[in-house]
């Protein structure tokens, strides 16, 4: 049981941190290539980051929430069978 909640706990670390890090580097990398394609530093590359964090919150929000929705449906589902127990 102990090493299924820290699994899972892992699992939903490494998901959002990836939300976290991911869209940052690539708006990061894509915003330099095109300041200097278009020679425009650094406004394109600012603009890239911002687009990116915004992506990267809606992302960290979305998942976030689905996961806490998934462990109070469990939490629900098993004080539900407690309480069966406890009543037979």
């Known amino acids: 049981m102990k090493n299924e909640s820290l699994k899972l706990a892992l699992k939903v ?6 939300w976290i890090a991911f869209p940052v580097l ?16 650094p406004w394109l590359s600012i603009v890239t980051i911002g687009f990116a964090f915004i992506i990267s919150m ?4 979305s998942h976030a929430l689905q996961e806490f929705k998934k462990v109070n449906e469990e939490y629900d589902k098993e004080k539900a069978e407690k309480n069966n127990l406890i009543k037979k």
């Open 13 to 18: 670390t490494a998901k959002l941190s990836s």
């Open 58 to 61: 809606y992302g960290l929000v």
């Open 26 to 41: 690539i708006g990061t990398f894509l915003g330099q290539w095109l300041d200097e394609r278009f020679n425009t530093e």
